[in-house]
């Protein structure tokens, strides 16, 4: 185990340094500043300082993420849900989240674009979309017939 240290502006770099590189929940920081060797004090402090900067927002960046895992990555909701419980988004947001980023998304334009992009068969479509995290609720406002997506 590493040396505990109470180094808040040592600590306090660290975290923004991490933050240049991708944004971050706030329980990611937490747990990174912890395995680095900050004590808890500091790291409330650093994680207080952070949030009232506005340099981490857990609905921002729980927004971001789910978008981007949407729309560039193709992946569905029940797949985004489960990564940002992993990353220590509450349950809460994350609903309140996909939500808004399922509204805002064109999802048969989308479905279309990850089925063509991987050259999925028809006969396996269904079985594709379900395995990147698309249940029935979201296939059932689609036309899957024979497989492919009307």
């Known amino acids: 185990m590493k040396k505990v240290s109470d180094d808040l502006q040592g600590a306090l770099n660290y975290a923004k340094r991490l933050l240049k590189f ?36 857990d609905e921002k960046f729980a927004y971001l993420f789910a978008y981007d895992m949407l729309t560039v990555q193709g992946f569905g909701p029940y797949r985004i849900k489960a990564k940002l419980k992993q990353l220590g988004i509450s349950q809460t947001v994350i609903e309140d989240v996909l939500d808004k980023v399922m509204k805002e998304v064109d999802l048969a334009f989308l479905l279309r674009k990850i089925v063509q992009l991987h050259k999925v068969e028809n006969e396996k479509i269904q079985e594709f979309l379900y395995r990147r995290g698309f249940s029935t609720e979201y296939l059932q406002t689609f036309d899957i017939e024979g497989g492919a997506i009307k």
């Open 22 to 57: 991708r944004a971050r929940s706030k329980r990611e920081l937490e747990e990174r500043l912890l395995y680095r060797g900050y004590s808890d004090q500091t790291v409330q402090n650093v994680i207080e300082n952070l949030e009232r900067s506005g340099l981490i927002d």
